[in-house]
């Protein structure tokens, strides 16, 4: 059976939508389905896909809350290990603020670092307080120091200052051969310590 696409095409000719009712099966067809098509289509656009992406929406917040829910839960289930940390972490924090000196102890700093010196056999040449440094939560402390000895007693003053009870860091290390006797050395370094800034507003 061959398809005669002149004759199919010949039953659309004229059709007038206010005689639907004489038009041709084959065109009555057709347009019954391109009515469902387009209500399908409409009813999609309008309706169906707003729901969609309303239910994408929910379900996406559906996820945070769950993923919030499970860490509320966890820190609920932990508090007590958590505020045992707390009380760890700010017991810590008061132990390393007491090994920062208060403002009416940096000048006995000066005196330790003499006494270490002196009693390792160095001798100062230069042993001054500088500018004070401002940082987010503390002030740097910055100490010029210049001492003349040895190797051997330069290593045993470092030792000696890392071990004072306040915090004393030192840095910028020059050492060179300009010694007044054979055999001695200059060193310059830089010592730091620290206040915290809280302290100075007390």
């Known amino acids: 059976m061959n398809f005669d696409l002149s004759e199919f095409m010949e039953q659309f000719s004229g059709l007038?939508?206010?005689n639907i009712a004489q038009w041709p099966k084959a065109a009555k067809i057709l347009l019954s389905v391109f009515i469902v098509v387009?209500?399908?289509g409409l009813?999609?656009?309008l309706m169906i896909s707003d729901r969609i992406s309303h239910l994408e929406r929910v379900t996406a917040e559906e996820v945070t809350l769950k993923q919030q829910y499970?860490?509320?839960y966890h820190i609920a289930a932990n508090l007590e290990l958590f505020e045992q940390q707390?009380?760890?972490a700010e017991s810590m924090f008061a132990n390393q603020?007491?090994?920062l000196p208060e403002s009416h102890e940096t000048p006995g700093l000066l005196d330790d670092i003499t006494f270490v010196g002196t009693t390792t056999g160095l001798d100062f040449v230069k042993l001054n307080w500088q500018p004070e440094i401002e940082q987010?939560?503390?002030i740097e402390l910055p100490i010029d120091i210049e001492v003349l000895g040895t190797y051997h007693e330069f290593g045993e003053f470092v030792s000696r200052i890392a071990g004072l009870p306040r915090i004393v860091t030192l840095h910028n290390f020059d050492i060179n051969l300009k010694g007044s006797t054979p055999g001695e050395l200059k060193l310059k370094l830089q010592a730091k310590?620290?206040?915290y800034r809280e302290a100075t507003a007390q």
Do not use: N, P
């Open 136 to 138: 987010e939560i503390y």
């Open 193 to 195: 310590t620290y206040r």
């Open 70 to 72: 499970q860490a509320k």
């Open 16 to 18: 007038e939508l206010d």
């Open 38 to 40: 387009l209500v399908l």
């Open 86 to 88: 707390m009380i760890e």
């Open 97 to 99: 603020l007491k090994s």
């Open 43 to 45: 009813g999609y656009a």
